[in-house]
């Protein structure tokens, strides 16, 4: 399903024009002026999108950068923050999007989801784990008074305190503990719990832009993450703009590449791209190796 069609930075001309016209009005230093600058001289095609649109290139070569304007530009519900400047704005009114009708019916399940919204929720899922083990803590100490209190009934304001302390004299200390407290609400490494966030966030019908998301995902969990991505896009109406350097995501099936680091950029196999073949020379050099 297409949701995003086309999508297209502007022109070099109009950049010039913005900055000259603009030079006294805000500060001037390179980092201040964000995005500007950033694709200069670069012959940035308009993009034309897929079901699965893949973003591939270099530290610096702006994949996040394209990923946070479509989802500006969409209005994309996203988790975290982002670096802006006081250009932003401008670039971003710049730049050129054109949207399918269906897009308006999937608005609600599409988001962006970066690097950091997975980190954040790994995090969330620490602190819960935490709390209960300080939960834990406290029952099992509580459990010990009950089952060792010389208690006696002397009024109806002791039933509370009596039924704690039969139900401790009845149990073991775990299941008085696990009576009262929640399991853990994750078992899981950090990989894994990273990739049950991308099957719980991506629902039916959306448009999704993932920045990196092979971050914290073994390769056996990128392979399954591939595989969850080409089904959610084949049977459950999904599209999928993706920045990554990951081969296992680069080489998804009927996924369209682009090569940021291309001069200009265009679209490439994924066999042809630098970061592939730098593994595949790798494996080529060492390939004895795995002949033992």
Known sequence: MIYLRRFSLPSEGDELAF??????????????RYPFGIFLNRRVPTLELEAV????????????????????RLGLRRGTVFNRSSFFGDYLRMCQVEAAAAFERAKGNSRVIASDDVFDYLLDLRCINENIDNRRRELLEEYADARYAKF???SMEDVDRLRQVVEA???????????????????KSNG??????????????????????????????????????????RFYRCQFVIST??????????????????????????TELEHVR???????????????
């Open 169 to 187: 004299q009845r149990h073991t200390g775990s299941r008085y503990v696990r009576d009262r407290v929640m399991n853990d609400v994750v078992e």
């Open 152 to 154: 006696q009934m002397r």
């Open 19 to 32: 900055l000259a016209q603009n030079r006294e009005n805000k500060r001037t230093c390179y980092t201040s």
């Open 192 to 233: 894994e719990s990273a990739f049950a966030f991308f099957t719980k966030e991506i629902q039916d019908e959306g448009l999704y832009l993932l920045d990196e998301p092979e971050n914290s995902l073994s390769p056996r969990l990128q392979r399954e993450l591939v595989g969850f991505l080409e089904d959610s896009a």
């Open 53 to 72: 649109t893949i973003l591939c290139g270099g530290n610096g070569s702006g994949k996040t950068t394209i990923l946070n304007l479509m989802g500006e």
């Open 245 to 270: 350097h990951s081969p296992f995501l680069l080489a998804m099936r009927g996924a369209k590449i682009y090569d940021l680091d291309s001069v200009p950029v265009q679209s490439r196999p994924w």
């Open 278 to 292: 730098a593994y595949w020379q790798l494996f080529q050099e060492r390939g004895g190796e795995f002949e033992q």
